[in-house]
C-alpha cells in the first residue's frame, strides 16, 4: 500500500470515528425530543382537560348550592327584584356551567386515549352522574318539597360530587404517573445518550489514535533503518542491504538504496583490480619508476628504484624527492618542470 493510502486511511479513520460521535449525539437527541414530544402531546393536554373537567364540575355543584339556598330563603316582604335576579343570575351560571362541563366532559372523552383504551368509564359515569344529581337537587329544589326529600336529593347530588372528583383524581393521579413514566424515559434517555457519546468517543479516538500511532512508528522505524543503513555505506561498508518488505513510496527508495549500495561494491571492486594489476606492472617494469606528490614527496617506488638507489622501499616513501638527486636544487626545478608540463597543481606524478 502506498504511503500516501495509509496516511488517507487514518484520516479516514479519524472522521468514521467523528461521524460515529455525532451519530450517536443525534440518536441521543432523538430519543429525547420523542420523549418530550410524547409528554407535550398527550400527558399535558389530559392534564389540562381533567382541570377543566374538574373545574366544571365543581362550578356546577356551587351554582346548584348557591340556586338551592337563594329558593330556600324567603324574605318576609317577599322576594323582591333584586332576588330575583339574583336567582336568574345563578340559572345562568349553572347553564353555562353545565354546556362547559359537557364539553370538558366530551373534550376528556376525546383526547384521554392510552392505547386502545379510552376515557375511564368510571370517569365519565361520574360525570354523567353528577349532572343527574344537580338536575334532581334542582328539581327538588324548585318543586318546593319537603325537608326529607331535599336533604335525601342534597346527600345524593354531593355523593355524586364526591364520585366524580374520586374519579378525576384516579384520572389525574394515572395521567401523572404517565408524566413521572415519560420524565423517566426522558432522563434515561439523556443518561444513555450520554454514555453512548462517552463509549462512542473514547472507542472510536482510541481506534484512530492507536492506528495513527501504528503507522506513524512503522513508517518512523522504517526511515530510521534507511538513515542507519546511509550511516554505514558512508562509514565504509559496503555489505549493507535494507529491506525492502512494502510497495510504497519507501520501500522504492530502499530499492534504489540497495542498487546504489551494489553497484558501488561492484565499482570499488572493478577500482581494486584495476589498481592491483597496475601495481603489478609497476612492480615489474625494468625501468626505474618513482611516483612522486607534487608537494615532492614519493609516494611509491618499484623494485627497479630500489636498485638504482639502494635504498628499500620503506626507505624511501615519505621521503623528499630532491633528495635523490647530488644537486638538490636539480631535484626540485626537475619535479616543478614536469609538474608544469603535465598542467598538474596537486595529485601525483611518476618519474
Not at 318576609?76 to 327584584?81: R, T
Not at 326529600?149 to 401523572?176: P, Q, S, Y
Not at 622501499?313 to 616543478?336: A, C, E, H, N, P
Request: proline share 1%; aromatic share 6%; charged share 25%.
Amino acid at each position: 500500500m502506498q504511503l500516501w493510502l495509509k496516511l488517507l486511511l487514518s484520516y479516514l479513520v479519524i472522521i468514521c470515528a467523528t461521524v460515529l460521535i455525532s451519530i450517536g449525539g443525534i440518536s441521543g437527541a432523538q430519543k429525547v425530543r420523542d420523549s418530550f414530544y410524547k409528554v407535550n402531546k398527550e400527558v399535558i393536554p389530559h392534564l389540562l382537560a381533567l382541570k377543566d373537567l374538574r373545574y366544571a364540575g365543581l362550578r356546577i355543584v356551587s351554582s346548584s348550592m348557591e340556586y338551592a339556598f337563594l329558593t330556600s330563603v324567603h324574605p318576609a316582604g317577599g322576594e323582591g327584584k333584586k332576588e330575583l335576579e339574583a336567582k336568574e343570575e345563578e340559572v345562568r351560571l349553572l347553564a353555562q356551567g353545565r354546556t362547559s362541563f359537557l364539553s370538558s366532559l366530551d373534550l376528556c372523552t376525546r383526547v384521554l386515549v392510552h392505547g386502545e383504551e379510552r376515557m375511564p368509564a368510571a370517569l365519565e359515569l361520574a360525570g354523567q352522574s353528577l349532572l343527574k344529581g344537580s338536575q334532581d337537587y334542582i328539581a327538588v329544589v324548585d318543586a318546593g318539597g319537603g325537608t326529607a326529600r331535599l336533604i335525601e336529593a342534597k346527600e345524593r347530588f354531593e355523593n355524586a360530587e364526591k364520585t366524580f372528583l374520586e374519579a378525576v383524581n384516579v384520572a389525574h393521579d394515572r395521567e401523572m404517573a404517565d408524566l413521572h413514566r415519560h420524565v423517566a424515559g426522558t432522563l434515561q434517555s439523556v443518561s444513555s445518550a450520554i454514555v453512548s457519546s462517552v463509549v462512542l468517543s473514547i472507542v472510536a479516538l482510541t481506534a484512530a489514535l492507536l492506528l495513527s500511532v501504528a503507522i506513524s512508528l512503522k513508517v518512523s522505524r522504517r526511515i530510521r533503518t534507511l538513515k542507519e543503513a546511509a550511516a554505514a555505506v558512508a562509514a565504509g561498508k559496503r555489505d549493507v542491504a535494507v529491506p525492502v518488505t512494502e510497495r510504497d513510496e519507501i520501500a522504492a527508495v530502499s530499492a534504489s538504496f540497495n542498487t546504489m549500495v551494489q553497484r558501488l561494491r561492484a565499482f570499488e571492486e572493478e577500482l581494486d583490480s584495476a589498481n592491483r594489476y597496475l601495481d603489478s606492472i609497476i612492480a615489474t617494469m625494468p625501468e626505474a619508476l618513482t611516483v612522486v606528490s607534487c608537494e615532492g614527496g614519493i609516494l611509491d617506488v618499484n623494485r627497479a628504484t630500489e636498485e638504482v638507489f639502494g635504498f628499500a622501499k620503506k626507505d624511501l616513501v615519505g621521503r623528499d624527492f630532491s633528495g635523490l638527486f647530488v644537486d638538490f636544487d636539480q631535484g626540485t626545478i626537475s619535479s616543478r618542470r614536469c609538474c608544469a608540463r603535465k598542467g598538474w597543481s596537486n595529485g601525483r606524478r611518476a618519474f
